[in-house]
């Protein structure tokens, strides 16, 4: 059953696949839209969603084997941050209407979503968020900033958190709504980070009115919504990562060769290490898979498999970059760039990784209160 269930699979994702990316942001978005619609329309997306809402409402095993193949394939990712986030948020909170207003064309990418928590004063913190929103009538009125929303200047809709409640109501007066991007006094302004893009955005409210029925779940509940088990995709995720750093690793120890260090006992120990740092995600991944066939929940494995692939990414390419020598200080402007500066691209790009989604330092606390028990920090 499992081994025809993935041949299928594999033969559909072959089937169906739109070819290699093509060059440019507007053509590789163009790219990812046309393969999310195609795999909607052929029963390819959505592996964990309701199949009412455009999904294939598999078992958790066969998302495990989804997972899988779809990193084999190589299809193309779906573009902002709505389907891995939002998505399951309104799955589980959302009402009936919202649930079919929302869901479909956020699966096929007709509709592209991106996530506005972070604020410049409550990123770590976020309980702290002042972004206003006050009713009037069947509106919220909202005003205020939020920064550092990935893929914003794409978006049609944000998914924020919102003070609905009095300035010091914390975690209490938090409201979950969707805004929509291109609404009079949304703002949205790209950020350029060290590798020259502009991968997220500031955002600034002026007085925007937003619907009510655009809130997901009571007012003031905001928080608890956001906390909603995402433990699912999470441990997809971190499996889908690690076969991507299988092949990444092995591509390393090419680097290596075409370098002429493969030779070197301390480049060998060092590609030795990836190799089996490499096998050590996938085994946290399979972990978290086991834990949650067995419990329903992926258990403290999540923050400790997060933490890992983090630091673990990050110092993949600070070998890869070391490797190349002074060459490496090259990126893809530079036509003597080694593979069009792939390598140095990577280094300066997983600097953010042990930032976003919650930094190294609060994982860390993370695994001391709620793994070993330490008292509060
Ligand atoms: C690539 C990337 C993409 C992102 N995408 C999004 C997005 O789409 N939407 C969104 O809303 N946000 C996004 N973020 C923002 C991200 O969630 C925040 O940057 C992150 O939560 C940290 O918040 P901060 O930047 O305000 O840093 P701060 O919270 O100000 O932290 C500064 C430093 O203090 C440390 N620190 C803070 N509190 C503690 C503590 N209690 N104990 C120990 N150390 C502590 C931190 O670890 C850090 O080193 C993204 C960030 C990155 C890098």
């Known amino acids: 059953m499992g081994k025809e269930f993935r041949a299928q699979l594999r033969a559909r994702f072959a089937e169906h696949h739109p070819g290699p990316p093509p060059k440019g942001r507007d053509a590789r978005l163009a790219w990812q839209r046309a393969w999310c619609a195609t795999a909607v329309d052929h029963g390819l997306a959505g592996p964990s969603w309701p199949r009412e809402h455009g ?13 899988e193949e779809a990193a084999r394939a190589r299809v193309p990712g779906v573009p902002g941050t709505g389907v891995g986030i939002a998505g399951p948020t309104i799955i589980r909170y959302g009402t009936e209407e919202q649930k079919a207003r929302l869901l ?5 990418a007709d509709v592209i979503w991106a996530q506005g928590y972070s ?27 939020k920064v550092w929303s990935s893929s914003a200047d794409i978006a049609d809709i944000l998914f924020t958190l919102v003070r609905t409640g009095a300035p010091d109501s914390g975690r209490d007066g938090i409201t979950y709504l969707l805004i929509d991007a291109h609404a009079r006094g949304v703002t949205v302004r790209p950020l ?4 020259g893009d502009a991968g997220f955005c500031e955002i600034f409210f002026d007085g925007v009115e937003v619907p009510v029925e655009n809130r997901i779940g009571e007012e003031h509940q905001g928080w608890g919504i956001t906390r909603t088990s995402l433990g699912h995709e999470r441990a997809a995720g971190a499996l889908t990562q690690a076969r991507f750093y299988d092949r990444i ?20 120990q060092r590609l030795a290490h990836f190799a089996g740092a490499q096998r050590i995600m996938t085994l946290n ?28 990414e990050q110092q993949l390419h600070e070998f890869a970059v070391d490797l190349l020598g002074p060459i490496g200080l090259l990126d893809r402007r530079d036509p003597d760039a ?10 300066l790009r997983t600097r953010a990784s042990t930032i976003g989604a919650g930094t190294a330092e609060i994982q860390r606390n993370t695994i001391a209160e709620r793994v070993l028990g330490l008292p509060h920090d």
């Open 192 to 195: 350029r980070d060290m590798t």
């Open 119 to 145: 604020e410049p004063d409550a990123g770590s913190d976020l309980p702290a968020l002042r972004t206003t929103a006050v009713r009037v009538g069947g509106h919220y009125m909202v005003d205020g900033q």
């Open 104 to 108: 479909r064309p956020m699966l096929r």
């Open 249 to 268: 690793v092995r591509e390393l120890a090419g680097l290596a060769a075409a370098c002429g260090r493969d030779d070197e006992p301390l480049v060998r």
């Open 55 to 67: 999904g294939m409402e598999l078992a958790f095993e066969e998302q495990v084997v989804y997972a």
């Open 338 to 347: 080694v593979e069009r500066g792939r390598w140095t691209r990577g280094f």
């Open 285 to 312: 991944a399979g972990r978290m898979i086991a834990t949650i066939v067995r419990d329903g929940e992926p258990g403290p494995a999540s923050s400790t498999s997060r933490l890992f692939n983090t630091v673990f």
